[in-house]
């Protein structure tokens, strides 16, 4: 199948910055994917490298995404490179979404995603623990925690 591609960037300031094991981090930045298919369905998937951990860093996956033509193949999404895993996955997931949902508008905007399709982040130590709370109140289901950034006790 033929998809129209379209991208852009985003940066996001944390409202804490997060303690990692490589110090702290304060600023979220990735590419947000559409894919607008043959029959007018559209699909959105995100790039969101993190170059500490072993993907590509932003930069890479940008120029990426520069590269690729207005109109890509589902065929030419599978052929992504292994050394680009944050692009094979915000691609392939891009994917995924077209067959379950497909939204006009992003989360963000007022899609009609459900926050049981996301993990809520929680924050390393002790934290974790109200803002699981808060989170569960807010209806998340699946977390991510970080864990071996700092002691918990």
Not at 72 to 96: D, N, T
Not at 104 to 119: N, R, V
Not at 137 to 147: D, E, N, P, S, V
């Amino acid at each position: 199948m033929i998809y129209k591609f379209e991208f852009r960037t985003y940066q996001r300031k944390f409202k804490r910055p997060l303690q990692t094991s490589h110090g702290l981090w304060d600023i979220r930045e990735g590419i947000i994917l559409r894919l607008n298919d043959e029959n007018g369905l559209i699909s959105w998937g995100e790039i969101a490298p993190l170059s500490l951990f072993g993907s590509e860093n932003f930069d890479q996956a940008l120029d990426f995404c520069h590269h690729l033509p207005a109109n890509i193949s589902s065929e030419m999404i599978f052929a992504i490179s292994s050394e680009l895993p944050a692009c094979q996955f915000g691609f392939e997931s891009a994917l995924s979404n077209e067959t379950n949902s497909p939204s006009p508008a992003p989360p963000w905007q007022g899609g009609e995603k459900k926050l049981s399709q996301y993990s809520g982040l929680l924050p390393a130590g002790e934290t974790a623990l109200s803002a699981l709370q808060m989170l569960w109140l807010q209806g998340f289901r699946t977390f991510k925690w970080k864990i071996g950034v700092a002691a918990i006790g």
